[in-house]
């Protein structure tokens, strides 16, 4: 196995655990303010530490470059509707002052 | 089978059905959040699918869903929560 | 007319990269094609700009706020695996944050939602302009991470 191979597999175990730990917060923390933060972390963190590793793998080049674009593009669409829904839940849960539990 | 089509496993499966739960109960607000971790989840998924399968071409997918899924979200925000120019939380308007 | 000029040859130039980034092989024909459409691209992007009136706001402080992100990435993802995996100790919620005269709150309010410690919900309007800004920030935990001391020069309003 190669250094490049081991580092790849690294980073993809790494990313794939954060994913899976922002699946877990989605589910295990409160609604609806608390459990938004799992969003930023798997677009900002997981996300592109898996593109990172699938870079590593495919070795310099224009496919990484296309990699690194692709994550970089998560990244900053993951951010944008972070803040989208939650500006939108915080004007709905206004208006709504008698909620049904949730 | 090999790492990455393992990693895409574990992401279908163990990545989206938490997502899928919250897909499925509440107000259309609180089903949001499920929606847009999804589609980053599945985005991811694509990619290394494409790398497991060795088809480089599978990338494209996660690249339109890279675009198409914040896009989506922002629909629904838009249908969801009305005109942006509304006062935010702090009450006073938003400048135009 | 020259800043409108400039500012659509950077954009040609996001799009061109991004064009041969993207394609698979790279050739004359699409390289031509490429141009031509990033040309178009370019024009439509500086007239969305400047209909949406997006400005990036002030570049004050973007230094410190950029070395303090990826650590802060980072301490608030053991944060969030810490929350998640107690559930009896879950502090956090809204607060105001004021960032100083010449921080422009759109880049500071993404740097800030891009980490899971915190994300922007509402900035209100400068009382003045050129003058602090104040945003209602929800924060995953009582103390301020890295990020939001180094925007906000370490005060609380």
């Known amino acids: ?102 | 089978m090999n790492a990455w089509l393992l990693a895409g496993v574990v992401l279908s499966g163990a990545g989206l059905a938490p997502c899928m739960w919250v897909s499925a109960r509440g107000a259309p607000h609180l089903r949001l959040v499920g929606v847009n971790l999804a589609g980053t989840l599945v985005a991811v998924a694509f990619l290394v699918l494409a790398q497991g399968f060795g088809r480089s071409s599978y990338q494209d997918l996660a690249l339109v869903l890279g675009v198409l899924a914040p896009a989506g979200t922002l629909v629904f925000t838009r249908f969801l929560a009305g005109d942006p120019h509304r006062p935010g939380p702090s009450g006073t308007p938003e400048p135009e | 007319m020259r800043r409108a000029a400039a500012e659509t040859l950077l954009w040609w130039g996001v799009l061109m990269a991004l064009n041969t980034v993207l394609i698979s092989t790279v050739s004359t024909l699409e390289a031509a094609v490429g141009a031509g459409l990033a040309l178009l691209g370019a024009a439509g992007a500086r007239a969305m700009r400047r209909a949406a009136d997006a400005s990036p706001g002030g570049l004050g402080r973007l230094g410190p706020a950029l070395w303090a992100w990826p650590w802060t990435l980072l301490a608030d993802t053991g944060r969030l695996a810490a929350v998640v995996l107690r559930p009896g100790r879950r502090g956090g919620g809204f607060r105001e944050i004021e960032l100083p005269a010449g921080t422009g709150p759109a880049w500071a309010g993404a740097l800030l939602s891009a980490t899971p410690g915190a994300y922007v919900v509402d900035v209100r309007p400068a009382a003045r302009p050129d003058g602090p800004r104040r945003m209602t920030v929800h924060a995953l935990t009582d103390d301020a991470g890295a990020l939001e001391r180094a925007l906000t020069g370490g005060g609380r309003p």
Do not use: D, F, N
């Open chain 1, 1 to 102: 196995m190669t250094p490049r191979h081991l580092a790849a597999l690294v980073l993809l175990v790494a990313g794939v655990a954060v994913l899976v730990l922002t699946a877990l917060a989605l589910v295990v923390l409160p609604a609806p303010y608390l459990r938004l933060h799992a969003l930023s972390c798997a677009t900002s963190l997981g996300a592109p530490l898996v593109v990172l590793a699938l870079a590593v793998e495919t070795g310099p080049g224009r496919a990484a470059a296309k990699l690194l674009v692709i994550g970089a593009l998560l990244a900053a669409g993951g951010t944008v509707t972070t803040m989208a829904i939650g500006r939108a839940t915080v004007l709905l849960e206004e208006a709504q002052p008698k909620e049904s539990g949730h």
